[in-house]
């Protein structure tokens, strides 16, 4: 008998029982859709949590004609505390995508399956932002069924993220053909406090009536109105809508020496809260000046201190001008220079 005969035999037999357990143990597409649902659900905004392993899992090993699309918000923890990135501001806007989706499809879960909203941090999956080509945050990445690499997938532009969540759902809808419905927010107001301020000013009401009609009340004060314009001209000149659209921080830690801290911001594309409220503070000592020297000063009948005074004035307005000058020279390279009438030239 031929000796190579029982291992033919063999071979024969081991290779379509390899087969039929590599086709049992591969995940078939419902069974993926299944896990994605499964970790959906345990995410308290839909969010699910891709790491290298589920990359593989749900996209590279997967088949090409996967039944579901995946959205996906790429983060990295370390860039979280940067002010021009607003990583954490814009994560949480898309968390509200996902949650307003989910919310939009709760009567057809046959659509809700085709879409899933993910995220990936790049110290847990370094190996899948080079899987994607991805080297600049904030980065939103669309994989649909018809991907067959990572790299073939489509990003969202970086302009469309001045919009937050509706710009976010936008291009959702736009790749997916699939509505995200309108973005749910939370209130800034909960019901409990609601009802405390309820019962609250119900319970002064009838005080607060009766110093109303006594003209007893801090709005029948002048002076009030007074601090409230001079409030409203400081917020207004110290750039403070800027601060708080764009979340800027009151300082910066200095990279070289972190027990320096940078209150100034060289550049003109950026604005720190410290430097703002410093601006705001020079722009408001003049416009006290001003109105100190139209309503005040020109009541004094002494001719010697009224002038006396208005020079200390000018001294002073001209000092907070050229400081706030000098700063945005400093900030910008562009310096404000003097010109002489042709008249006066020799």
């Known amino acids: 008998m031929d000796p190579r005969k029982p291992l033919l035999l063999l071979l024969l037999v081991?290779?379509?029982?390899?087969?039929?357990?590599?086709?049992?143990?591969?995940?078939?597409?419902?069974?993926?859709?299944?896990?994605?649902?499964?970790?959906?659900?345990?995410?308290?905004?839909?969010?699910?949590?891709?790491?290298?392993?589920?990359?593989?899992?749900?996209?590279?090993?997967?088949?090409?004609?996967?039944?579901?699309?995946?959205?996906?918000?790429?983060?990295?923890?370390?860039?979280?505390?940067?002010?021009?990135?607003?990583?954490?501001?814009?994560?949480?806007?898309?968390?509200?995508?996902?949650?307003?989706?989910?919310?939009?499809?709760?009567?057809?879960?046959?659509t809700s399956l085709r879409v899933f909203f993910c995220d990936i941090e790049f110290q847990e999956s370094q190996s899948s932002f080079s899987l994607f080509g991805v080297t600049a945050l904030p980065h939103l990445r669309?994989?649909?069924?018809?991907?067959?690499?990572?790299?073939?997938?489509?990003?969202?532009?970086?302009?469309?993220?001045?919009?937050?969540?509706?710009?976010?759902?936008?291009?959702?809808?736009?790749?997916?053909?699939?509505?995200?419905?309108?973005?749910?927010?939370?209130?800034?107001?909960?019901?409990?406090?609601?009802?405390?301020l309820a019962v609250a000013l119900l319970i002064s009401a009838p005080f607060l009536i009766k110093r109303i009609l006594d003209g007893d009340t801090m709005l029948h004060d002048r002076r009030f109105w007074m601090a409230l314009a001079v409030f409203v001209y400081f917020f207004s000149v110290a750039g403070t809508m800027h601060n708080i659209i764009r979340k800027m921080p009151m300082f910066l830690q200095d990279r070289n020496d972190p027990d320096r801290l940078i209150f100034f911001y060289q550049g003109s594309g950026m604005q720190l809260g410290a430097e703002g409220f410093a601006v705001g503070f020079l722009y408001t000592i003049v416009g006290l000046i001003v109105a100190f020297a139209t309503h005040v000063l020109v009541r004094v009948r002494n001719t010697t201190a009224q002038r006396g005074v208005m020079l200390v004035a000018m001294l002073v307005a001209f000092w907070a001008v050229?400081?706030?000058?000098?700063?945005?020279?400093?900030?910008?390279?562009?310096?404000?220079?003097?010109?002489?009438?042709?008249?006066?030239?020799?």
Do not use: C
Not at 26 to 47: F, I, K, M, N, Y
Not at 179 to 190: A, D, L, Q, Y
Not at 329 to 340: D, L, M
């Open 14 to 110: 081991a290779i379509p029982a390899l087969i039929s357990l590599s086709s049992a143990t591969s995940p078939t597409a419902d069974d993926l859709v299944a896990e994605l649902e499964t970790l959906r659900v345990q995410s308290p905004s839909g969010v699910i949590h891709l790491d290298d392993r589920s990359v593989s899992r749900f996209l590279t090993s997967a088949p090409v004609s996967r039944p579901y699309s995946l959205i996906i918000f790429f983060d990295a923890a370390q860039l979280r505390s940067k002010p021009d990135l607003h990583l954490s501001h814009l994560r949480s806007e898309f968390a509200l995508v996902s949650s307003s989706f989910a919310a939009h499809h709760a009567s057809s879960p046959a």
């Open 322 to 346: 050229k400081k706030v000058i000098h700063l945005d020279n400093w900030k910008t390279g562009y310096s404000v220079h003097a010109f002489w009438p042709t008249s006066w030239r020799w």
């Open 142 to 196: 669309y994989v649909g069924p018809h991907h067959r690499s990572p790299r073939d997938s489509e990003s969202m532009d970086q302009a469309g993220f001045s919009r937050l969540a509706e710009s976010m759902a936008e291009f959702v809808e736009a790749k997916t053909k699939i509505p995200v419905g309108p973005i749910v927010r939370p209130p800034p107001i909960s019901p409990r406090q609601i009802a405390f």
